[in-house]
């Protein structure tokens, strides 16, 4: 049988995927794909319309075709449908406040290497662990959270739910809340989170004009008392994976004793298979977490089975929403 050599390409493309990472920002922070998707069609047009220098846009859109972004037809560029449903301004997908995010923290990838001889990071590696800006982490991954909040609320049923009171752990911008305060006109909101956050969180939520039912408890989830048999819905999204495994047992222990007999709590997080071969996103997210926190991980399904389990949730279900991936514990 004859062998296929092995992948020069392969290897020289990951090599550079810091490029692709620096073509994408450059794109998103001129507008590229939205002038595209507005009508400007050639690289001397998207010059004029993004007011950014001719060599520039010609050797940003051939970096974008390069990648797989856009299309060319004679000198007409065009947006690939992921560039258009995910990197063009106002629209719902819009993920370039991520994009921007990471490239803002590209630095700290190259000496990623000493994060992992020591096992920690340091300041100058790039440990955020206590200065993390979280305002900025919050809206930009809101992409990201979303589908996970339409998921839950459909699986819940969360619309013809009743009153209910949902718990929302570190729940960041709101999103959560939102989606599900606007699913139910008569359920009710708090969020647990840093005070600088949960103003964030009150902005957001009232610009989708539900705020009135919404309230916020500011301080640490390992703090702030969340109560006793209170809520019918708890919610713990994106927070696992910046917590230690005792830290996630502590805060599953408060939220079993916080929901009512027969509540369930929603986990959302990126999530290892047992056997730490899959998802692809999820083995470099630990990456990742490596470099910004001392504690953090992607932890494996059974982590978080023997964590509820400890904590008293007995009926445990999972849902993996590709292709982001993001998996959905729920716990009941
Ligand atoms: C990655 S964001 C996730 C936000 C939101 N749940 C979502 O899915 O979009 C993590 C959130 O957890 C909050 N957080 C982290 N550690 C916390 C702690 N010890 N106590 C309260 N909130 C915390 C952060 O402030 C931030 O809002």
């Known amino acids: 049988m004859e062998r296929t050599s092995p992948s020069l390409e392969d290897v020289l493309y990951k090599a550079v995927g810091s490029w692709t990472t620096g073509i994408l920002n450059a794109a998103t922070v001129h507008s590229i794909f939205t002038h595209i998707d507005n009508g400007a069609r050639t690289s001397g047009a998207i010059a004029e319309r993004a007011k950014i220098a001719p060599r520039g846009a010609q050797a940003v859109l051939d970096g974008l075709l390069g990648i797989g972004l856009v299309t060319r037809e004679g000198d007409e560029y065009r947006n ?17 406040d991520l994009v921007q995010f990471f490239a803002d923290h590209m630095g700290e990838w190259s000496r990623l290497w000493q994060v992992v001889r020591d096992g920690v990071p340091s300041k100058a590696q790039g440990d955020d662990a206590t200065g993390t800006d979280w305002e900025k982490v919050v809206l930009s ?25 949902l718990l929302d752990v570190g729940g960041g911008s709101g999103i959560y809340s939102a989606t599900w305060l606007e699913a139910n006109p008569r359920a009710r909101a708090t969020q647990v989170d840093f005070a600088e956050i949960n103003s964030i969180a ?23 008392d969340f109560g006793n048999d209170e809520h019918d819905f708890a919610v713990y999204s994106h927070v ?42 999820v083995l470099m997210f630990q990456c990742n977490m490596l470099k910004a926190n001392r504690q953090g991980g992607c932890w494996r399904k059974q982590d978080y089975r023997s964590w509820l389990d400890s904590a008293g949730f007995r009926d445990i279900s999972t849902e993996l929403l590709a292709p982001i991936p993001l998996t959905l514990i729920y716990a009941v």
């Open 240 to 281: 696992a994976h910046g917590e230690s495994p005792a830290g996630n047992l502590d805060a599953f222990r408060k939220l079993r004793t916080a929901l009512k007999p027969g509540g369930t709590l929603v986990i959302a997080d990126f999530i290892l298979d047992d056997d730490r071969t899959a998802p692809p996103f």
């Open 80 to 96: 690939t449908a992921e560039a258009e449903a995910y990197l063009v301004r106002d629209k719902p997908g819009y993920m370039g």
């Open 141 to 165: 991954i809101i992409p990201l959270s979303q589908p996970g909040a339409v998921a839950s609320a459909a699986r819940l049923d969360i619309a013809n739910a009743g009153p209910i009171s």
């Open 202 to 224: 009150r902005r957001y939520v009232s610009s989708r004009a539900v705020g009135d039912r919404f309230s916020t408890a500011d301080g640490s989830l390992h703090d702030v």
